[in-house]
Each structure stands twice: as C-alpha cells, then as structure tokens.
C-alpha cells in the first residue's frame, strides 16, 4: 500500500497559507461535519478539552474522507502519550508548552525511530494502515510533522535556539499563554502581546520555520498573517456554536418578547 502523504507537512513548509479551525468536542460526528467545511485542517486539541487517544483514533476516521489535514495536540511533552497519538494516524502533532531547546530536542526524539530517537515500535496500528504500508517505520518520520508550541516570554527569549533544533518541523505561537506570562492574563489582544507574538512570528519565518497561530478575533488574526503566520486557526468548534447560539436566542427573544 502505499505510504501515506502529508500534504499539510509539504504546505507549510512551501509556505502556502493553511486556514485552521481547533476542535475539542470529542465527538466523531462533529470532527466529520467540520471536516467538509472548507478548512485546510483540523486541530484535535486533547490538552484543554476530555479527549484522550481513545476519542481522538474514531475523530481521525470520521475526517480522513474529506480534504482536510488532521493534527493532534497532546496534553504535553508525554513521549508515550505522542506514541499514542502517532501510532492511531496522527501524521502532525503540536506539542505545548514548549520551554527550551532541550524540549525541543526530546519532542523530535518522541516522533522519531531508533536509532535517532525514542518511539516505540509496533507493527500493527492504524497509522502503518494496519500493516499495509511496506516499509512504515523507514519512511514515517518523512511524513510525521512535529510543531512545537511557545507561549512564554522565557520560551520567546530562546525562540532561535529552538527553531534550530534539527527535526522541529514548524513553531506555533499560543497567545493566551503569551498573555498570562506577560501579565496580561485574559488580554490576548492587548498591544504588549500582540507586539510578543507578532515579533516572535516573524523571528520564527526569519529562522527559516513555518509559523503558525490560532484566535477567532480577526483584527488579531490579520495582524498576526501579516507578520508572517502561515498555518493560522480562525476559529474553535466550541466558540462557532456558542456564538451562534447566542446570537440565535437574542434574535428571536428580541423577536418575540419585543
């Protein structure tokens, strides 16, 4: 059979902007709906949200017919959690929080084989399409895309140190995190983190990595593309419903109690 492409991997690194929507309802139903939506991928988000390795292999299935690129974002700097992940057909993970290039350096051993990093080896899973794939574990690192996420001023301030570490793939900038370290908690559009974050995206492409970034605030969202974003989320599944939602009520409270 053969092995699986990442066309987001090849994007990204062609500098073609991807446009996101993040998604943390566990539900397979809602993954494959947004999946025919018209985004470029999808961010199963397991760090802020109850989905776990088990929820997120049925989300996984329920996107892979549509056009749509699949990412996973685990809870944290876990290597066996990623295996998890990787292993269910995760083809591009996003870890949080990322400090240093020595996190950095441990992501990229998380995603990798042995004898250059520290996977665990199976031969009968989802991603190698059940063991299908001839030869899955020499080509899987060409296809895995590894993001690492910064989202501190400490991480900001070694931003080049860890873009150089060899296998970070791209570096996503998290502003809500960003806004807490700088003592702007809440404040993601205050103009001292929209100065952190812009800057640290253009440090990011003049290091030679794809950026990317994540708000539904469009006036933040523009600034951010303008600096250089290239994978950017627009908007989260939880957020568009309750917006809509809202909007719905008011309107037709308005409508008839008026």
Not at 52 to 60: E, F, K, R
Not at 247 to 255: E, F, N, P, T, Y
């Amino acid at each position: 059979m053969e092995f699986p492409k990442n066309r987001f991997k090849e994007a990204i690194l062609a500098g073609t902007p991807q446009v996101g929507i993040w998604c943390s309802i566990p539900d397979p139903a809602m993954a494959e709906m947004l999946a025919n939506t018209g985004y470029d991928w999808m961010m199963f988000d397991t760090e802020h949200s109850p989905m776990d390795p088990l929820n997120v292999q049925p989300m996984l299935q329920a996107a892979a017919p549509y056009d749509v690129s699949c990412a996973v974002r685990p809870t944290g700097l876990d290597p066996l959690q990623i295996k998890k992940f990787l292993d269910a057909g995760a083809q591009t993970v996003m870890i949080p929080y990322i400090q240093t290039p020595e996190e950095a350096a441990l992501a990229v051993a998380a995603v990798t084989y042995p004898p250059d990093g520290m996977r665990g080896v199976a031969g009968v899973m989802r991603a190698s399409r059940w063991g299908a794939v001839a030869d899955y574990g020499k080509k899987a690192r060409d296809e895995i895309c590894l993001i690492v996420q910064i989202e501190t001023k400490e991480a900001v301030d070694r931003l080049e140190e860890i873009a150089a570490v060899p296998g970070v793939d791209a570096i996503f900038v998290g502003p809500a995190d960003m806004a807490a370290s700088l003592g702007y908690i809440g404040q993601n559009g205050h103009p001292e983190v929209r100065r952190a974050c812009a800057d640290a995206i253009r440090r990011i492409r003049a290091a030679g990595k794809p950026a990317g970034f994540l708000s539904p605030d469009d006036s933040l969202l523009e600034e951010m593309v303008d600096a250089g974003s290239v994978f950017t989320a627009v908007d989260l599944d939880v957020t568009i419903l309750r917006r809509g939602a809202l909007a719905r009520a008011k309107a037709w409270q308005d409508r008839l109690k008026s």
